[in-house]
């Protein structure tokens, strides 16, 4: 499985691939200014600032989010496909979308069934 991996470069200062972009800054830092400061890697590269974000955004049909639920971090970064399954009085239903549009759609019994 391939993780995501940061790397900060600044100038003659390049660091080593982190797991966090915190991280990846915070060793350039350390390396130019020779201390310890820690910096929150969202911060550092804008993402508090509404007005960088709408910029960034403008005319993106898609987002890549990160989300965290318990000790599962889930990154997002990219849509293929779209899964829709519905269950209904009389049947199970399974449709398929792919850029907004239905693509396939399979309908049975039960879920096992499609």
């Known amino acids: 499985m391939f993780l995501p991996g940061y790397l900060c470069q600044s100038n003659a200062y390049i660091g ?4 966090d ?4 800054i915070s060793l350039i830092y350390t390396q130019i200014f020779e201390n310890k400061m820690q910096f929150s ?3 550092v590269l804008g993402w508090q ?3 960088i974000i709408h ?3 403008r ?26 399954s519905k ?12 850029d907004n ?10 879920s096992i069934a499609i």
């Open 87 to 98: 269950i209904e009085e009389d049947k199970c239903i399974l449709e398929i979308y792919q």
């Open 21 to 24: 972009s915190s991280k990846a």
């Open 55 to 57: 910029r960034l955004l």
């Open 59 to 84: 005319d993106i049909l898609f987002i890549p989010i990160s989300i965290i639920i318990k000790s599962l971090k889930i990154f997002i970064y990219e849509i293929g496909a779209i899964y829709v």
């Open 101 to 110: 549009q239905l693509k396939k759609k399979f309908e049975g019994e039960t």
């Open 49 to 51: 600032d509404e007005d």
């Open 16 to 19: 080593q691939i982190e797991n």
């Open 41 to 43: 890697g969202l911060l």
